[in-house]
């Protein structure tokens, strides 16, 4: 994804830092127990955002490897949930009007609510997470790695789907989306092949299918199909 650099990421990041976790830290994250969800490479987080507040019986984390980038999602989230704002002068301005400017605000828990963001690859999410913690795997528009050799970073490469399968729990779906037909082709391929998954939802127009209206669009999507692009989407189940 390419952004423009933003200034003060690392301040930024350090005055929501209660909204992010590292490791193991999943477990104790949140208020309450609720099935976990995983979104990898989460962008700007419109996606997160939208759908945690549709779907609020669940927790949710959003994983991005980009500080840059999921800096901008944990402030939409954060304002989304009126914890307050970024403030004109530089720093994180809370509902109270204290401005957090490099230091951690030490968010109440009960104002959290059910996003928690992770600032890593998800290569590592099987040191991260445990076997079976998953209800459901989402990865939208991800990087479709279309040069020669490097097919095994694309998140629908068997290997990925592998490490899915360990930590989603049986009956736990993988959900992908994307605008890349080579993309889509290669994971259809890589989800029919894989044993442990059962294929339950194909489109190559999503916005034109059944589930158009229970559709939460990301930036990405948004911005492809205002150009006319077909979004292409699957769904498999663990069995
Ligand atoms: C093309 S953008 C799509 C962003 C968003 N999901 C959307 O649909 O608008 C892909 C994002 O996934 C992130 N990403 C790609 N590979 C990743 C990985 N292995 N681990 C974590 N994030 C990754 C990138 O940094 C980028 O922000």
Redesign the pocket.
Known sequence: ?RMRKKRRSGERLSALSALFINDGQYKTAFDAERPLRLE????KGD?ICALSKKEPDCNYIA????DD?IVVAAEKYASSRDLGALDHHGGWRAPDGTVYKGEAWDIPMDMRGNVRFMNC???QICEIFEEGCLDTVYA????PWTKNGYANRR?THPEFLKRYLRLLKAGGRFCFKTDNVELFEFSLESVQAEPGFCLTFVSRDLHSSERAADNIM????RNFSQQGISINCLEAVKK
């Open positions: 994804m990898i490479g989460c962008g996606f994983m991005e490897r980009v980038v690859d998800a290569t939208n528009f991800s990087d998140l990301t930036e990405y999507e």
